[in-house]
């Protein structure tokens, strides 16, 4: 099981357990805590991950600002990603492209979803996320386009 699954499986016996989970995952890439997102459910190949409305990720329409948006969109597949690729393999973003649907203005939630990924021969993977709205509305979808190789050799 990959280190991170099993992290969650530990912490998340604990009472505020998803909150902290969601913490100290976002405090890899310190940029993600600007969104407090909160990791709802993750296992291999899936994540799905909130992130409320308040005032710090609004735009000046008082709707979820696109940034936060796309913030989430890299959050959730980068998590889902290191959830789920083999020890050996490793991955980076290289490219991004989001589609703002709707105005967001509500919480919302970004789900990715890996299942039909061969994690042994790609070299490419296409993160499809899409961002609800409180009424399951999409509002955002995001392609983000990571590269995926064999780590070095020691």
């Not at 020890?87 to 703002?100: A, C, E, S, T």
Request: hydrophobic content about 40%; charged content about 30%.
């Amino acid at each position: 099981m990959n280190y991170l699954l099993k992290l969650q499986q530990k912490v998340q016996r604990y009472p505020l357990g998803k909150t902290i989970f969601s913490r100290l995952v976002a405090s890899k890439a310190p940029y993600f805590k600007t969104i407090k997102p909160q990791i709802e459910e993750l296992r291999h190949n899936y994540l799905r991950a909130s992130m409320r409305k308040r005032r710090s990720v609004e735009n000046h329409l008082g709707t979820v600002h696109a940034i936060a948006s796309c913030n989430l969109c890299e959050f959730t597949a980068g998590i889902c990603m290191e959830a789920s690729i083999p020890k050996h393999r490793r991955w980076i973003p290289v490219g991004m492209d989001v589609q703002y649907l709707k105005k967001a203005e509500s919480d919302v939630e970004a789900i990715c979803d890996l299942n039909a990924v061969e994690w042994e021969t790609t070299d490419s993977v296409d993160c499809h996320v899409s961002v609800l709205d409180k009424n399951k509305v999409e509002v955002v979808k995001a392609i983000i386009t990571m590269k995926v190789s064999d780590k070095k050799k020691k």
